[in-house]
């Protein structure tokens, strides 16, 4: 599975994200974001977690 993107990372194609685990996989209750183009990722609600293009 690849690596999960890093929250606050910037510059990823605009398109709706899902919160995973630090290794891609799922999470209890993942948050659900859209982002324009050039929109920073927000925070997760876990450190180590990061985000999946849906």
């Known amino acids: 599975m690849a690596n999960?993107?890093?929250p606050g990372?910037?510059?990823k194609p605009a398109g709706t994200?899902?919160?995973v685990g630090p290794k891609?996989?799922?999470v209890n209750h993942p948050r659900t974001?859209?982002?324009d183009q050039g929109d920073r990722l927000p925070p997760t609600q876990k450190p180590g977690n990061?985000?999946?293009k849906k």
């Open 24 to 26: 891609g996989g799922k």
């Open 33 to 35: 974001v859209h982002i």
């Open 9 to 11: 990372t910037d510059n």
């Open 4 to 6: 999960p993107i890093k």
């Open 17 to 19: 994200y899902v919160e």
């Open 50 to 52: 990061g985000w999946k």
